[in-house]
Protein backbone atom coordinates (compact mmCIF):
# COMPACT_ATOMS: atom_id res chain seq x y z
CA UNK A 1 0.00 0.00 0.00
CA UNK A 2 1.38 3.04 -1.15
CA UNK A 3 2.18 6.27 0.98
CA UNK A 4 -0.26 8.08 -1.19
CA UNK A 5 -2.97 5.59 -1.19
CA UNK A 6 -2.79 6.04 2.93
CA UNK A 7 -2.93 9.55 2.27
CA UNK A 8 -6.34 9.99 -0.13
CA UNK A 9 -7.51 7.26 3.10
CA UNK A 10 -7.08 9.69 5.78
CA UNK A 11 -8.47 12.63 3.37
CA UNK A 12 -11.93 10.74 2.75
CA UNK A 13 -12.25 10.28 6.67
CA UNK A 14 -11.39 13.98 7.01
CA UNK A 15 -14.17 14.89 4.54
CA UNK A 16 -16.86 12.48 5.59
CA UNK A 17 -16.50 14.07 9.46
CA UNK A 18 -16.74 17.55 7.53
CA UNK A 19 -20.15 16.87 5.80
CA UNK A 20 -21.47 15.27 8.94
CA UNK A 21 -21.31 18.83 10.61
CA UNK A 22 -23.83 19.47 7.68
CA UNK A 23 -26.99 18.26 9.26
CA UNK A 24 -30.62 19.80 10.20
CA UNK A 25 -29.96 19.95 14.03
CA UNK A 26 -26.99 21.25 15.87
CA UNK A 27 -24.44 18.26 17.65
CA UNK A 28 -25.77 15.80 16.00
CA UNK A 29 -25.72 14.59 11.67
CA UNK A 30 -29.47 14.51 10.53
CA UNK A 31 -29.50 15.25 6.79
CA UNK A 32 -32.74 14.30 5.34
CA UNK A 33 -33.71 14.42 1.44
CA UNK A 34 -33.33 17.46 -0.12
CA UNK A 35 -33.44 19.59 3.27
CA UNK A 36 -30.83 22.94 3.93
CA UNK A 37 -27.68 21.50 5.07
CA UNK A 38 -27.87 19.04 1.49
CA UNK A 39 -26.87 22.42 -0.37
CA UNK A 40 -23.40 22.68 1.55
CA UNK A 41 -22.77 18.99 0.85
CA UNK A 42 -23.45 19.41 -2.60
CA UNK A 43 -20.78 22.48 -2.19
CA UNK A 44 -18.25 20.90 -0.81
CA UNK A 45 -18.23 17.80 -3.41
CA UNK A 46 -18.67 19.98 -6.23
CA UNK A 47 -15.34 21.61 -5.06
CA UNK A 48 -13.99 17.70 -4.57
CA UNK A 49 -14.88 16.58 -7.71
CA UNK A 50 -14.11 19.28 -10.27
CA UNK A 51 -10.54 19.07 -8.72
CA UNK A 52 -9.95 15.54 -9.12
CA UNK A 53 -11.21 16.39 -13.02
CA UNK A 54 -14.77 15.44 -13.19
CA UNK A 55 -17.54 17.56 -14.98
CA UNK A 56 -19.90 17.87 -12.39
CA UNK A 57 -24.03 18.51 -12.36
CA UNK A 58 -27.02 17.75 -9.81
CA UNK A 59 -29.71 16.14 -11.75
CA UNK A 60 -33.60 16.67 -10.92
CA UNK A 61 -33.88 13.83 -8.40
CA UNK A 62 -31.10 15.97 -6.17
CA UNK A 63 -28.64 13.57 -7.27
CA UNK A 64 -24.74 15.02 -7.48
CA UNK A 65 -23.04 13.11 -10.29
CA UNK A 66 -19.42 13.92 -11.62
CA UNK A 67 -18.31 12.22 -14.64
CA UNK A 68 -14.63 11.80 -15.38
CA UNK A 69 -14.07 11.12 -19.18
CA UNK A 70 -12.92 7.85 -20.56
CA UNK A 71 -9.92 7.25 -23.10
CA UNK A 72 -12.17 7.99 -25.91
CA UNK A 73 -14.85 9.96 -26.44
CA UNK A 74 -18.60 8.34 -26.36
CA UNK A 75 -16.77 5.98 -23.70
CA UNK A 76 -19.56 3.54 -22.01
CA UNK A 77 -19.41 5.12 -18.31
CA UNK A 78 -18.85 2.47 -15.46
CA UNK A 79 -20.67 4.18 -12.20
CA UNK A 80 -19.65 4.22 -8.24
CA UNK A 81 -22.04 5.73 -5.79
CA UNK A 82 -23.74 5.27 -2.66
CA UNK A 83 -25.82 8.36 -0.27
CA UNK A 84 -25.33 11.67 0.86
CA UNK A 85 -28.68 11.43 2.94
CA UNK A 86 -28.36 9.87 6.96
CA UNK A 87 -30.71 8.87 10.12
CA UNK A 88 -31.58 11.16 12.41
CA UNK A 89 -28.37 11.15 14.98
CA UNK A 90 -26.50 9.13 12.19
CA UNK A 91 -22.75 8.62 12.12
CA UNK A 92 -20.58 10.05 9.92
CA UNK A 93 -19.51 7.32 7.58
CA UNK A 94 -22.99 5.35 6.58
CA UNK A 95 -23.62 6.51 2.56
CA UNK A 96 -21.14 8.86 2.28
CA UNK A 97 -18.27 7.22 2.87
CA UNK A 98 -18.88 5.58 -0.18
CA UNK A 99 -18.89 8.44 -2.35
CA UNK A 100 -15.84 9.96 -0.96
CA UNK A 101 -14.20 6.70 -2.19
CA UNK A 102 -15.66 6.87 -5.35
CA UNK A 103 -13.98 10.35 -5.84
CA UNK A 104 -10.63 9.48 -3.91
CA UNK A 105 -10.18 6.48 -6.53
CA UNK A 106 -10.83 8.89 -9.45
CA UNK A 107 -7.95 11.05 -7.58
CA UNK A 108 -6.18 7.79 -7.50
CA UNK A 109 -5.77 8.10 -11.30
CA UNK A 110 -3.72 10.66 -11.15
CA UNK A 111 -5.51 11.77 -14.73
CA UNK A 112 -4.83 8.12 -16.61
CA UNK A 113 -7.95 7.30 -18.47
CA UNK A 114 -9.69 4.18 -18.86
CA UNK A 115 -11.20 2.62 -21.53
CA UNK A 116 -14.74 3.52 -19.97
CA UNK A 117 -15.21 6.65 -17.99
CA UNK A 118 -16.59 7.03 -14.75
CA UNK A 119 -19.48 8.33 -13.33
CA UNK A 120 -19.39 9.04 -9.04
CA UNK A 121 -22.65 9.49 -7.64
CA UNK A 122 -23.50 10.87 -4.72
CA UNK A 123 -27.47 9.75 -4.44
CA UNK A 124 -29.72 12.52 -2.80
CA UNK A 125 -31.87 9.80 -0.65
CA UNK A 126 -31.65 5.89 0.60
CA UNK A 127 -33.03 5.74 4.07
CA UNK A 128 -36.41 6.69 3.56
CA UNK A 129 -36.90 8.64 6.45
CA UNK A 130 -38.38 11.87 5.52
CA UNK A 131 -41.19 10.78 2.85
CA UNK A 132 -41.31 7.02 4.71
CA UNK A 133 -39.55 5.58 0.97
CA UNK A 134 -36.23 4.80 0.22
CA UNK A 135 -34.04 5.05 -2.67
CA UNK A 136 -35.33 8.20 -4.52
CA UNK A 137 -32.02 8.97 -5.57
CA UNK A 138 -30.97 5.47 -7.10
CA UNK A 139 -34.64 5.14 -8.61
CA UNK A 140 -34.16 8.03 -10.26
CA UNK A 141 -31.13 6.75 -11.59
CA UNK A 142 -32.40 3.27 -11.85
CA UNK A 143 -35.38 5.16 -13.93
CA UNK A 144 -37.89 3.72 -11.70
CA UNK A 145 -39.02 6.75 -9.80
CA UNK A 146 -42.83 6.62 -9.86
CA UNK A 147 -45.42 9.55 -9.96
CA UNK A 148 -46.83 7.23 -6.82
CA UNK A 149 -43.38 8.55 -4.63
CA UNK A 150 -43.74 12.24 -6.17
CA UNK A 151 -46.91 12.40 -4.44
CA UNK A 152 -45.59 11.25 -1.13
CA UNK A 153 -45.93 13.72 2.09
CA UNK A 154 -43.57 14.17 4.72
CA UNK A 155 -44.54 15.24 7.89
CA UNK A 156 -45.13 18.47 7.02
CA UNK A 157 -47.53 17.73 4.15
CA UNK A 158 -45.05 18.49 1.78
CA UNK A 159 -44.41 16.18 -0.80
CA UNK A 160 -41.42 14.92 -2.85
CA UNK A 161 -42.12 16.87 -5.71
CA UNK A 162 -42.62 20.00 -3.19
CA UNK A 163 -39.27 19.54 -2.22
CA UNK A 164 -37.57 19.22 -5.24
CA UNK A 165 -38.71 22.43 -6.46
CA UNK A 166 -37.74 23.81 -3.27
CA UNK A 167 -34.25 23.03 -4.35
CA UNK A 168 -34.62 24.72 -7.34
CA UNK A 169 -34.59 21.39 -9.57
CA UNK A 170 -38.04 20.01 -11.68
CA UNK A 171 -39.75 17.07 -10.81
CA UNK A 172 -41.04 16.66 -14.27
CA UNK A 173 -37.39 16.55 -15.70
CA UNK A 174 -36.42 13.29 -13.39
CA UNK A 175 -36.57 10.67 -16.34
CA UNK A 176 -33.70 12.69 -17.87
CA UNK A 177 -31.70 11.28 -14.49
CA UNK A 178 -31.90 7.76 -15.96
CA UNK A 179 -29.13 6.04 -17.02
CA UNK A 180 -29.18 4.52 -20.92
CA UNK A 181 -28.82 1.15 -21.57
CA UNK A 182 -24.76 1.01 -22.57
CA UNK A 183 -23.41 0.95 -18.72
CA UNK A 184 -20.73 -0.97 -17.98
CA UNK A 185 -21.64 -1.96 -14.08
CA UNK A 186 -22.31 0.27 -10.82
CA UNK A 187 -19.80 -0.67 -7.82
CA UNK A 188 -20.40 0.42 -4.26
CA UNK A 189 -18.49 0.95 -1.23
CA UNK A 190 -20.10 1.08 2.02
CA UNK A 191 -19.36 -0.11 5.50
CA UNK A 192 -20.92 -3.03 7.01
CA UNK A 193 -23.18 -1.84 9.44
CA UNK A 194 -23.07 -5.30 11.48
CA UNK A 195 -20.56 -7.07 13.53
CA UNK A 196 -19.40 -9.90 11.00
CA UNK A 197 -16.56 -8.82 9.73
CA UNK A 198 -14.77 -7.33 12.92
CA UNK A 199 -15.99 -10.75 14.62
CA UNK A 200 -13.77 -12.58 11.62
CA UNK A 201 -10.77 -10.17 12.22
CA UNK A 202 -11.25 -8.96 8.33
CA UNK A 203 -10.97 -5.61 6.95
CA UNK A 204 -13.02 -6.16 3.97
CA UNK A 205 -15.66 -8.26 2.51
CA UNK A 206 -17.55 -9.05 -0.89
CA UNK A 207 -21.38 -8.56 -0.62
CA UNK A 208 -23.30 -11.86 -2.68
CA UNK A 209 -26.58 -10.70 -2.04
CA UNK A 210 -28.81 -8.36 -0.39
CA UNK A 211 -31.39 -9.16 2.13
CA UNK A 212 -35.33 -8.23 0.40
CA UNK A 213 -37.32 -5.97 3.08
CA UNK A 214 -41.00 -5.42 3.63
CA UNK A 215 -41.72 -2.56 5.35
CA UNK A 216 -45.43 -2.10 6.49
CA UNK A 217 -47.13 1.10 8.52
CA UNK A 218 -49.98 -0.36 10.66
CA UNK A 219 -52.52 1.84 12.45
CA UNK A 220 -54.46 0.75 15.09
CA UNK A 221 -57.59 2.64 15.99
CA UNK A 222 -59.52 2.93 19.39
CA UNK A 223 -61.06 4.98 21.23
CA UNK A 224 -59.39 7.97 23.61
CA UNK A 225 -60.32 8.17 27.18
CA UNK A 226 -59.95 9.74 30.23
CA UNK A 227 -57.29 7.71 31.89
CA UNK A 228 -59.09 7.99 35.70
CA UNK A 229 -62.33 7.41 34.81
CA UNK A 230 -62.83 4.74 32.14
CA UNK A 231 -62.26 1.22 33.76
CA UNK A 232 -60.47 -0.93 32.33
CA UNK A 233 -62.62 -3.74 31.13
CA UNK A 234 -64.21 -0.84 28.94
CA UNK A 235 -61.18 0.88 26.90
CA UNK A 236 -60.69 0.44 23.81
CA UNK A 237 -56.71 1.50 24.29
CA UNK A 238 -54.94 1.75 20.69
CA UNK A 239 -51.54 1.46 22.50
CA UNK A 240 -52.51 -1.23 24.55
CA UNK A 241 -53.05 -3.35 21.50
CA UNK A 242 -49.68 -2.37 19.17
CA UNK A 243 -47.94 -3.08 22.23
CA UNK A 244 -49.64 -6.76 22.23
CA UNK A 245 -48.54 -6.98 18.61
CA UNK A 246 -45.30 -5.81 19.36
CA UNK A 247 -44.52 -8.67 21.44
CA UNK A 248 -45.98 -11.23 19.43
CA UNK A 249 -44.06 -9.98 16.20
CA UNK A 250 -40.78 -10.12 18.41
CA UNK A 251 -41.83 -13.76 19.76
CA UNK A 252 -42.91 -15.04 16.46
CA UNK A 253 -39.93 -13.53 14.17
CA UNK A 254 -37.44 -15.37 16.71
CA UNK A 255 -38.52 -18.97 15.20
CA UNK A 256 -37.78 -18.42 11.76
CA UNK A 257 -34.06 -18.55 11.03
CA UNK A 258 -31.92 -15.46 9.35
CA UNK A 259 -35.02 -13.43 10.09
CA UNK A 260 -35.21 -10.10 11.56
CA UNK A 261 -38.16 -8.31 12.00
CA UNK A 262 -38.85 -4.89 13.95
CA UNK A 263 -40.79 -2.33 14.95
CA UNK A 264 -38.75 1.10 15.01
CA UNK A 265 -41.71 3.83 15.17
CA UNK A 266 -44.31 4.44 17.14
CA UNK A 267 -46.74 7.12 16.90
CA UNK A 268 -49.67 7.51 19.36
CA UNK A 269 -52.49 10.49 19.20
CA UNK A 270 -53.33 12.28 21.47
CA UNK A 271 -50.03 11.13 22.90
CA UNK A 272 -51.01 12.38 26.73
CA UNK A 273 -50.10 11.06 29.71
CA UNK A 274 -53.83 11.27 31.58
CA UNK A 275 -55.24 9.96 28.33
CA UNK A 276 -56.01 6.51 27.23
CA UNK A 277 -53.98 6.34 23.44
CA UNK A 278 -57.57 6.37 20.54
CA UNK A 279 -54.87 6.01 17.99
CA UNK A 280 -51.18 4.38 17.58
CA UNK A 281 -49.35 3.59 14.25
CA UNK A 282 -46.48 1.67 14.31
CA UNK A 283 -44.06 0.55 11.65
CA UNK A 284 -42.85 -3.11 10.93
CA UNK A 285 -39.72 -3.92 9.00
CA UNK A 286 -38.86 -7.43 7.76
CA UNK A 287 -35.93 -8.64 6.59
CA UNK A 288 -34.53 -12.26 5.29
CA UNK A 289 -32.26 -13.30 2.49
CA UNK A 290 -34.96 -15.55 1.26
CA UNK A 291 -38.15 -13.95 -0.26
CA UNK A 292 -40.47 -16.61 0.91
CA UNK A 293 -39.58 -16.73 4.57
CA UNK A 294 -40.03 -12.80 4.44
CA UNK A 295 -43.18 -13.01 2.39
CA UNK A 296 -44.57 -15.09 4.54
CA UNK A 297 -43.16 -13.22 8.45
CA UNK A 298 -44.75 -9.66 6.87
CA UNK A 299 -48.10 -11.69 5.88
CA UNK A 300 -48.36 -13.19 9.18
CA UNK A 301 -47.76 -10.14 11.07
CA UNK A 302 -50.77 -8.48 9.65
CA UNK A 303 -52.74 -11.65 10.22
CA UNK A 304 -51.98 -11.55 14.29
CA UNK A 305 -52.34 -7.32 13.84
CA UNK A 306 -56.10 -8.17 12.86
CA UNK A 307 -56.62 -10.82 14.81
CA UNK A 308 -55.25 -8.62 18.00
CA UNK A 309 -57.08 -5.88 16.84
CA UNK A 310 -60.68 -7.42 16.46
CA UNK A 311 -60.29 -9.11 20.17
CA UNK A 312 -59.79 -5.66 21.61
CA UNK A 313 -62.49 -4.26 19.32
CA UNK A 314 -59.74 -1.85 18.00
CA UNK A 315 -59.60 -1.17 13.89
CA UNK A 316 -56.58 -2.11 12.17
CA UNK A 317 -55.66 -0.49 8.79
CA UNK A 318 -52.42 -1.05 6.94
CA UNK A 319 -50.09 0.26 4.10
CA UNK A 320 -47.28 -1.83 2.32
CA UNK A 321 -44.83 0.82 2.34
CA UNK A 322 -41.64 -0.90 0.61
CA UNK A 323 -41.66 -4.61 -0.81
CA UNK A 324 -38.19 -5.03 -2.21
CA UNK A 325 -37.07 -8.65 -2.99
CA UNK A 326 -33.53 -9.98 -1.94
CA UNK A 327 -31.02 -8.79 -4.48
CA UNK A 328 -28.47 -10.80 -6.04
CA UNK A 329 -25.24 -9.36 -6.90
CA UNK A 330 -23.67 -9.66 -10.08
CA UNK A 331 -21.28 -12.39 -10.52
CA UNK A 332 -18.57 -11.16 -12.70
CA UNK A 333 -17.97 -8.07 -10.91
CA UNK A 334 -18.15 -9.93 -7.71
CA UNK A 335 -15.62 -12.29 -9.10
CA UNK A 336 -13.33 -8.93 -10.15
CA UNK A 337 -13.70 -7.77 -6.64
CA UNK A 338 -12.89 -10.88 -5.16
CA UNK A 339 -9.75 -10.98 -7.57
CA UNK A 340 -8.58 -7.24 -6.73
CA UNK A 341 -8.57 -9.08 -2.77
CA UNK A 342 -6.76 -11.72 -3.43
CA UNK A 343 -4.42 -9.98 -5.53
CA UNK A 344 -3.65 -7.50 -2.33
CA UNK A 345 -3.41 -10.42 0.20
CA UNK A 346 -6.75 -9.94 1.56
CA UNK A 347 -8.89 -13.29 2.11
CA UNK A 348 -11.95 -12.99 0.84
CA UNK A 349 -15.03 -13.15 1.90
CA UNK A 350 -18.89 -13.21 0.72
CA UNK A 351 -21.24 -11.92 3.03
CA UNK A 352 -25.14 -11.46 2.95
CA UNK A 353 -26.37 -7.73 3.88
CA UNK A 354 -28.78 -7.18 6.03
CA UNK A 355 -29.49 -4.01 5.49
CA UNK A 356 -30.49 -2.54 1.98
CA UNK A 357 -28.56 -0.42 -0.29
CA UNK A 358 -28.70 1.39 -3.46
CA UNK A 359 -26.97 -0.98 -5.51
CA UNK A 360 -30.37 -3.27 -5.54
CA UNK A 361 -31.74 -0.35 -7.24
CA UNK A 362 -29.14 0.29 -9.79
CA UNK A 363 -28.35 -3.28 -10.75
CA UNK A 364 -32.02 -3.21 -11.97
CA UNK A 365 -30.20 -1.46 -14.88
CA UNK A 366 -26.52 -3.16 -14.99
CA UNK A 367 -24.03 -5.08 -13.23
CA UNK A 368 -23.69 -4.37 -9.78
CA UNK A 369 -21.31 -4.95 -7.02
CA UNK A 370 -20.80 -4.06 -3.34
CA UNK A 371 -17.34 -4.27 -1.37
CA UNK A 372 -17.99 -3.92 2.48
CA UNK A 373 -15.42 -1.99 5.08
CA UNK A 374 -15.29 -3.17 8.28
CA UNK A 375 -17.62 -1.49 11.10
CA UNK A 376 -15.98 -1.11 14.39
CA UNK A 377 -17.68 -2.18 17.33
CA UNK A 378 -20.68 -3.56 14.35
CA UNK A 379 -21.91 0.41 14.40
CA UNK A 380 -24.24 2.29 12.23
CA UNK A 381 -27.15 4.41 12.44
CA UNK A 382 -25.17 5.91 15.54
CA UNK A 383 -23.25 9.05 16.42
CA UNK A 384 -20.18 6.48 17.24
CA UNK A 385 -20.19 4.87 13.91
CA UNK A 386 -16.32 4.99 13.15
CA UNK A 387 -13.83 2.86 10.89
CA UNK A 388 -10.25 2.39 10.88
CA UNK A 389 -8.36 4.77 8.40
CA UNK A 390 -6.39 1.37 7.21
CA UNK A 391 -9.58 -0.76 6.14
CA UNK A 392 -10.33 2.50 3.80
CA UNK A 393 -6.81 2.57 2.91
CA UNK A 394 -7.32 -1.15 2.01
CA UNK A 395 -10.78 -0.81 -0.11
CA UNK A 396 -9.00 2.21 -1.95
CA UNK A 397 -6.49 -0.46 -3.12
CA UNK A 398 -8.82 -2.73 -3.65
CA UNK A 399 -10.64 -0.14 -6.00
CA UNK A 400 -7.91 0.44 -7.72
CA UNK A 401 -7.10 -2.57 -8.62
CA UNK A 402 -10.66 -3.99 -9.63
CA UNK A 403 -10.46 -0.38 -11.65
CA UNK A 404 -7.42 -2.05 -13.56
CA UNK A 405 -8.99 -5.64 -13.93
CA UNK A 406 -12.05 -4.35 -15.19
CA UNK A 407 -10.09 -2.26 -17.84
CA UNK A 408 -8.84 -5.14 -19.21
CA UNK A 409 -11.79 -7.62 -19.45
CA UNK A 410 -12.26 -7.94 -23.16
CA UNK A 411 -16.17 -7.29 -22.78
Not at 138 to 151: N, V
Amino acid sequence: MTVATSARATEAVRRCRLLAACSEAPGVTTRTFLSPPMRDVHAHVTQWMQAAGMAVSIDHAGNIRGVYAGATAGARRFFIGSHLDTVPGAGAFDGVLGVMLGIALVESLDGRRLPFAIEVVGFSEEEGVRFGVPFIGSRALAGTLDRDILERRDAQGRTVADAIRAYGLDPSRIPEAAVDGHAVGYLEFHIEQGPVLESRKLPLGVVSRIAGQTRVTLTFTGTAGHAGTTPMHMRRDALAGAAEWIAAVERTASQVPDLVATVGRIETEPNAANVIAGKCVVSLDVRHWNNSPRARAAGEAVTLARDIAARRGLRLDYEIRLDAPAFAMDTVLTALLERALSDGGVSALRVVSGAGHDAMIVGLRMPAAILFLRSLGGLSHHPDEAVDEGDVAGALAVGVRFLDLLAAEPS
